[in-house]
């Protein structure tokens, strides 16, 4: 079944593509076609007008867009993702075409690539619960393959070239749709596709099960996925009603025009036409039977040869009942609660009978279609609907009810997640705590699945798809369930028994058999496990010591369930978070290593410190350590600890300092920030987490004007494009945590670094600490701002100290978000800050040096200025940045010209010399030389006078060597005047003097 269509659609296509002449029409007369043809669901025709057009115009999304949604009504997923693909490369920057690349992605079996866009969906609609149902589905697979092995699926001979669906068992009848024209002289058929009108159908159903074949269930991919063979040229059929949008959108022609599929040629020849009292020339659909004697079906509202439509001129579809009288059919009459201005369908009845489930459009419908049900009282009579919830319902279709002997409702949605198009679901009426479920693969596959119907307790039953060829072809498959051996996980903290969730199992035997992930209740199932056998079981999550248990079936019958109760210990994490403070060294690189030594295992590592003087170890269990920092022959306090007797992950804080702890030494300890952690490729917040971002928290509430920095890693597994957008979902996580927790975004600067940063090197995977290991880079780190200036790492040093403020050079006002780098002459970075709202930094230098001084915003030129400590004997060296930005309008001071002329005066020219020396300094910068006049002289007159002044000083910087492509000059006149001086107005000589005036507007600049 076609995954985005409305309810008044029962059944799927049958896909059909043919060229249309190649008409000389304009692009927009094409379109305008191609629009039509759409609007009125002819979508083969319009596929082919927009993929016309997008070759001719390939920068036109719209194009590409109405292409990929034709081929998805067309139920062609293959030829759609053609298209979304191409468009990825070139912009895909909404959310609907997010959310249908996403939906084809799946519909073509490539869930990885799928949970990527669903993902991508989320950032449009944040809200939306399908595409977060979908992620967590796509990254979950697995776990719903685990009951395939019960299954075997065969595909019936009853099946022709067309439709066939929605399979019910009548006395020793198989009941089921088709849109076959085997067997009549005349069949209806409409103008969208050619195809013919849906009946209903019978064969013998021990005839039907006699002859089977087992499906593949991997489609062939020699065989068409969209498409069924035609015989091109062969001719098409006129229409004999008009096209509404309530027929079929079962794409396709008669029968003669395909030829035969020679791997599936099976007669069905045994079939025959139900009743000519219940099938006429509209739709006949899905049906049940109450006992012997009453048939409830679906068909367009037409009875006593009469078409009854709404009142948007619309033919729906009702649900009609018939009664066999004396050996035939009677004359069908629609279901009292019907009402012509909305579609019904797909009726079936509880075992009962005493209430009816069916599909529908009414008005407080949570989708497309619902399902909902009404019940039969005393009278006969059927109450009003009633809506089946949103247990059941989501925001878009749900159809083909069946209610089995247990009381249990199974469905088909495209709304709930599954493995793309129309998935199968069920739902225990008697367990007001059930949950849907999806029937899992084999019974659901990655086309679309409906028609649900099963006998003896779901060990047989029946099934609709279209898997084999895909495309609009639906078939009937029957299924054969023999229940294998279940065995049931529950993981559990060894301490308190607690139960621990998203902890991966995987079931082996001879090869990986299966895999999953425990629920919030620690559970997890697998369903196929066979009698007599012997299996291993691997149960890992990060953080925890992985496990391995034998699981034996011997003496266990098939059906039975096995229940095992598995506890894990943690993998204790000791971790060891400092700084070393040098108060007289500027520069952390000359500090010579750390030194951490085990007194109990006798070990000893060494560390170099970072730029900010940071160091990190991970520590062994039931250890003694001390640790010391060195710098020639000086030798840092001494700090010891122990990890004897520790029962949970710890961060120990050690902090070093040469040769006395001063103010400075006990202020950075003050605003030392531990790291925050997080599991193997996960990026929400653990516990432990919580707990320092809630110290964070606290700090910042007690001081107003500080501000936290946070910058995310990850390991060095996977690719950087991956770790790059975990960690920026690491840096949201913890910024979404600090908003929750009352601190605005205007405090926090925040950065994701990716793999970029592994503060251990690239471990051994052999190693038996790797995991551990690997853990340390798996962090986000966090230093303190205030005014500038970093507290965290701050140098404390009794020396030189460079600072001053980036500040914007056409307003004068201080600039945030300013990166500030201070290198040594070969490149070697002595620190780095980003200013704050105050637009301060500060970096701690050595006298007698040389340094270069960097500053750098997006779109703003990088100011680089050369800074001596040469002879020196200041504590402080205050050098202010200017930044110079696109669309800055900066004026340029003292330039004059003669009464009335515009040639460049000496002193003018020095002016200009001082732009010329700018635009020299910003290569890549690109200006507007403007000239202005007072409002004296008519509009005509200082219009050219100051056009001409402005495109002379243009032409004087040109003459000095820069490129004409960099400035322009341009005159205003009187235009623009900065205060009230304009025509009529009698100002000062002063305040006209403001308007005589020339500046520059930076275009461009990097």
């Known amino acids: 079944m076609k995954n985005n269509f409305s309810f008044i659609v029962f059944f799927s296509y049958i896909i059909l593509l043919f060229f249309l002449p190649n008409y000389s029409f304009s692009q927009s007369y094409k379109q305008k076609q191609a629009d039509k043809e759409y609007e009125n669901m002819r979508y083969p025709e319009a596929s082919i007008m927009y993929k016309d057009l997008w070759s001719s115009d390939s920068a036109n999304v719209l194009f590409a ?108 009848k198989l009941i089921f749709s088709s849109s076959r024209i085997e067997g009549t002289a005349l069949k209806r058929v409409y103008a969208r596709d050619n195809s013919s009108y849906i009946d209903i159908w019978m064969a013998d159903s021990n005839i039907a099960n006699k002859k089977l074949f087992t499906t593949k269930y991997i489609p062939d991919d020699n065989d068409s996925t969209g498409f069924s063979n035609f015989i091109e040229g062969s001719p098409l059929h006129s229409d004999e009603s008009d096209n509404t949008s309530n027929d079929t959108k079962t794409l396709g022609f008669h029968g003669h025009l395909f030829e035969s599929d020679k791997n599936w040629e ?27 004697s009453v048939i409830y079906f679906t068909r367009n509202n037409y009875y006593n040869l009469s ?94 009810p069946y209610i089995d002997s247990l009381g249990i409702l199974y469905f088909s949605s495209n709304g709930h997640a599954g493995f793309g198009g129309l998935d199968i679901f069920k739902l225990d009426l008697n367990d007001a705590e059930s949950r849907v479920k999806n029937l899992g693969f084999p019974i659901n596959s990655k086309k679309d699945d409906f028609g649900y119907f099963s006998i003896l307790g779901g060990k047989k039953g029946y099934i609709s798809s279209n898997r ?298 052999k190693n038996p600490s790797y995991e551990k290991i690997q853990q340390l880079n798996r962090r986000t780190e966090y230093a303190y701002f205030k005014n500038g200036k970093n507290l965290s790492y701050e140098k404390c040093v009794n020396g030189l100290v460079i600072s001053g403020k980036a500040f914007s050079a056409e307003t004068k006002d201080p600039m945030e978000l300013v990166k500030i780098k201070l290198t040594d002459p070969s490149g070697t970075i002595i620190g780095e800050t980003t200013t704050d709202n105050s637009g301060a930094y500060s970096f701690p230098v050595a006298y007698n040096k040389e340094y270069l001084l960097a500053a750098s915003k997006d779109s703003c030129g990088t100011n680089i200025q050369k800074v001596t400590t040469k002879g020196l004997k200041t504590k402080e060296l205050i050098i202010d940045i200017p930044m110079i930005c696109a669309g800055d309008i900066i004026k340029v001071d003292n330039i004059y010209f003669d009464l009335g002329k515009f040639a460049i005066r000496k002193d003018a020219a020095k002016e200009l010399d001082k732009l010329l020396k700018l635009m020299k300094k910003y290569p890549n910068m690109k200006i507007e030389l403007r000239s202005h006049t007072d409002a004296r ?70």
């Open 65 to 172: 867009k109405k292409l990929a949604d034709c081929y998805i009504k067309m139920s062609d997923s293959k030829s759609a993702e053609k298209v979304y693909r191409l468009l990825s490369n070139i912009i895909i920057d909404d959310g609907e075409t997010a959310l249908s690349y996403a939906n084809v992605l799946a519909l073509n079996g490539k869930y990885k690539e799928a949970k990527f866009w669903f993902d991508k969906t989320l950032q449009y609609f944040p809200n939306q619960d399908r595409p977060k149902k979908m992620s967590i589905f796509c990254e979950n697979i697995s776990q719903f393959f685990g009951d395939s092995s019960s299954y075997k699926i065969y595909y019936l001979p009853i099946n022709s070239q067309q439709s066939d669906f929605s399979p019910v068992l009548y006395k020793d």
């Open 468 to 765: 084999k060829r895909g495309g609009t072809d639906d078939d009937i498959f029957m299924f054969l369930y023999k229940p294998r051996i279940k065995l049931n996980i529950s993981v559990k903290y060894v301490y308190d028994e607690k139960p621990i969730k998203l902890v991966h199992t995987e079931l082996v035997r001879k090869g990986k058999l299966g895999a999953g992930f425990t629920n919030d209740k620690g559970m997890f199932s697998y369903d196929a496990l066979e009698p007599d056998k012997e299996y291993k079981l691997i149960v890992s999550k990060p953080t925890f010591v992985e496990q391995e248990i034998m699981i034996s079936t011997k003496n266990v019958k098939a059906g039975d369930t096995i229940n095992a109760v598995i506890y894990l210990d943690k993998v204790l994490l000791y971790t060891l978070e400092g700084t070393f403070t040098d108060k007289n060294f500027a520069d952390a690189n000359n500090y010579e290593p750390v030194i951490l030594v085990n007194k109990t295992k006798g070990d000893t590592l060494k560390q170099i410190v970072d730029k900010n003087g940071r160091f990190g170890f991970q520590l062994e269990e039931e250890s003694d350590y001390f640790i010391y920092g060195t710098h020639s022959s000086d030798k840092s306090n001494i700090e010891s600890f122990t990890t004897k007797g520790l029962r949970q992950s710890t961060v120990i804080k050690a902090f070093l300092y040469l040769p006395t702890l001063s103010d400075c030494d006990k202020n950075k300890q003050k605003y030392f920030v531990e790291n925050t952690y997080y599991d193997l490729a996960k990026f929400y917040l653990r516990n432990d987490a919580k707990v320092v971002l809630d110290k964070i928290v606290s700090f910042l509430k007690s001081d107003p004007d500080l501000k936290i920095y946070f910058s995310s890693h990850t390991d060095n597994r996977a690719s950087s494009v991956f770790n790059k957008v975990l960690s920026e979902k690491r840096t949201s996580a913890v910024k979404d945590y600090l908003i929750s927790n009352d601190i605005s975004e205007t405090r926090m600067l925040m950065e994701s670094k990716g793999m970029e940063i592994q503060t251990t090197g690239n471990p051994d995977p």
């Open 266 to 292: 099976i007669s069905s020849s045994s079939c025959k036409p139900f009743s000519s009292m219940i099938n006429t020339k509209y739709h006949e659909g899905p049906a049940c039977f109450s006992g012997d």
């Open 307 to 400: 078409v009854s439509k709404s009142s948007d001129k619309v033919n729906k579809l009702q649900i009609l009942k018939s009664t066999f009288v004396k050996g035939a059919w009677g004359k069908a009459k629609k279901v009292s609660f019907c009402d012509r201005q909305y579609a019904y369908g797909h009726p079936c009845l509880t075992p009962n009978g005493k209430r009816m489930y069916f599909a529908t459009d009414l008005i407080g419908s949570t989708g497309k279609t619902d399902i909902w049900y009404s019940d039969l009282d005393e009278n006969g009579q059927w109450s009003s609907p009633i809506n089946a919830g949103n247990s059941v319902n989501t925001e878009f279709d749900e159809m083909f």
């Open 937 to 1006: 002289g008519s509009n005509e007159s200082n219009m050219t006078l100051s056009d001409n002044r402005a495109k002379s000083s243009a032409a004087y910087v040109v003459s000095k060597g820069v490129s004409k492509e960099r400035i322009v000059g341009k005159g205003y006149g009187e235009s623009m005047p900065v205060n009230q001086c304009i025509d009529g107005v009698k100002c000062s000589e002063p305040d006209y003097q403001k308007n005589r005036r020339t500046e520059f507007k930076v275009l461009s600049i990097k």
